[in-house]
T-cell receptor
Framework: DTEVTQTPKHLVMGMTNKKSLKCEQH?????MYWYKQKAKKPPELMFV???????INESVPSRFSPECPNSSLLNLHLHALQPEDSALYLC????????????FGPGTRLLVL | QQQVKQSPQSLIVQKGGISIINCAYE??????FPWYQQFPGKGPALLIA?????SEKKEGRFTISFNKSAKQFSLHIMDSQPGDSATYFC?????????????FGKGTHLIIQP
């Protein structure tokens, strides 16, 4: 099973709302990632968690707050977003040290009004 | 600074033909080069990947050619089919035994005409 699941599939929020995106994998992977993808653009790395610890933060605005409660779950908390934050948010996971393949979830399509 | 350059931006190939997409990288620390296929509204799916110690890797109709000295790699899709119509991204990362995010090329929108 190489499945990464993400919820919700779609999300519409106002600029004053607080919402969370969720990601889950059961492949025993110890690295998890958040990417942001704008239309007709490649995914851009936001955060990397390695063994549930934040290891890479690509200077993402503080209105995005990641959380890794355990090795299978990854959350992205959203607060006071801007319309330009509307995008497809992708979660991925990979094994460490042996197999580096990153498996992506289907993404959450976010619209900020 | 774009670390992975991908071309062409779009490509139209007749059914049964060969689709070729090229990528070039700058960071010599990169040691893992995957290709991803993405359909509209879906997440990227790994197609095939290569490491610098191999010059070519083939899986079914998909082949990666890798030129370490030129810092270039390419994807060849043989006998292209309409179902191959999608956006293709090359990517690179430096594993160094730990987690590292992928640096993607800008993508190639491939259309296979029946």
């Amino acid at each position: 099973d190489t499945e990464v699941t993400q919820t919700p599939k779609h999300l519409v929020m106002g600029m004053t709302n607080k919402k969370s995106l969720k990601c889950e994998q059961h492949m025993g992977h110890r690295a998890m990632y958040w990417y942001k993808q704008k239309a007709k653009k490649p995914p851009e790395l936001m955060f990397v968690y390695s063994y549930e610890k934040l290891s890479i933060n690509e200077s993402v605005p503080s209105r995005f707050s990641p959380e890794c409660p355990n090795s299978s779950l990854l959350n992205l908390h959203l607060h006071a977003l801007q319309p330009e934050d509307s995008a497809l948010y992708l979660c991925a996971s990979s094994q460490l040290g042996v197999q580096e393949t990153q498996y992506f979830g289907p993404g959450t399509r976010l619209l900020v009004l | 600074q774009q670390q992975v350059k991908q071309s062409p931006q779009s490509l139209i190939v007749q059914k049964g033909g060969i689709s070729i997409i090229n990528c070039a990288y700058e960071n010599t620390a990169f040691d893992y080069f995957p290709w991803y296929q993405q359909f509209p509204g879906k997440g990227p799916a790994l197609l095939i990947a290569i490491r610098p110690d191999v010059s070519e890797k083939k899986e079914g109709r998909f082949t990666i050619s890798f030129n370490k000295s030129a810092k270039q790699f390419s994807l060849h899709i043989m006998d292209s089919q309409p179902g191959d119509s999608a956006t293709y991204f090359c990517a690179a990362s430096s594993q160094r035994g730990g987690a590292d995010g992928l640096t993607f090329g800008k993508g190639t929108h491939l259309i296979i005409q029946p």
